[in-house]
């Protein structure tokens, strides 16, 4: 019996040209839609261009099927201060057909949208479901929810913090309703748990079970008070 590993292909993303803003604008999704249009009075055409005209800007295309062509776009730009960058994801409904793809992806993208970044943020719509969930898929945190952009809309500020410290549970350790990330010591796979009245746990990756005391969780080195703070500071 022989085993063949799978090289893992990175086939759906893709980085962007000038050109794919004009494909998708068109058929961008109703809420992104609203969204840019709340936040800056953009069109969808304005918002996609955007980010080209800004120096050291990061920016990539989703790729569908064939006949869908581009079906979302992402990147992330740089803003006055260092180490903050702006990351924005705009799709098309299409993604939906490419979830699992695009997911399995995402974490190599997003470590090189982080290459020269500490932090990562935008403001989400917070009737924006879909858009809030990828950002949470990715690694973001609602660090706070107020009134924002042109139309003072509620818009949720979402970070994505890169510099972190590793901890590991003790006796005192809780975990929020909404959720905390768990990292596992074998594959380092993230896993979600909701509350930690469990003593081992499966990774849902690598299947080993592991056993509370060896499962790490992260610890930005700002803490949330403290980016809120910053963010609607340097507004
Ligand atoms: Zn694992």
């Known amino acids: 019996m022989s085993v063949f590993i799978k090289e893992k292909k990175y086939r759906c993303v893709r980085k962007a040209t000038v050109l794919d803003p004009k494909v998708l604008a068109p058929k961008l999704r109703e809420s992104d839609v609203s969204e840019v249009w709340a936040s800056h009075k953009a069109t969808p055409l304005e918002a996609l261009t955007f980010p080209f ?5 990061m920016t990539f295309s989703i790729i569908g099927n064939e006949d869908q062509g581009v079906i979302g776009m992402f990147g ?34 997003v470590e090189e949208m982080e290459t020269n970044y500490s932090y990562l943020y935008n403001h989400v719509h917070t009737s924006n479901k879909q858009s809030m969930a990828w950002m949470r898929a990715l690694g973001f945190k609602t660090i706070h929810a107020y009134a924002y952009g042109e139309l003072g ?72 008070k403290k980016i809120k703070k910053y963010l609607l500071d340097i507004r």
Not at 53 to 57: P, V
Not at 87 to 108: G, I, N, V
């Open 53 to 57: 005209s800004i120096k050291g800007h």
């Open 153 to 224: 809309h509620t818009f949720a500020l979402m970070c994505k913090a890169k510099e972190y410290t590793v901890k590991k549970f003790n006796r005192y350790s809780k975990a929020p309703k909404v959720g905390k990330d768990i990292y596992c010591p074998h594959c380092n796979f993230r896993n979600t748990v909701y509350h930690l009245s469990w003593v081992a746990l499966e990774c849902q990756h690598c299947q080993d079970m592991v056993g509370k005391k060896f499962w790490t969780y992260r610890e930005p080195a700002m803490s949330n």
């Open 76 to 109: 992330v730009v740089p803003t006055d201060n260092k180490g903050w960058g702006i990351a924005w994801l705009l799709t098309s409904d299409e993604l939906y057909e490419h979830r699992q793809q695009f997911l399995d992806e995402c974490p190599k993208w």
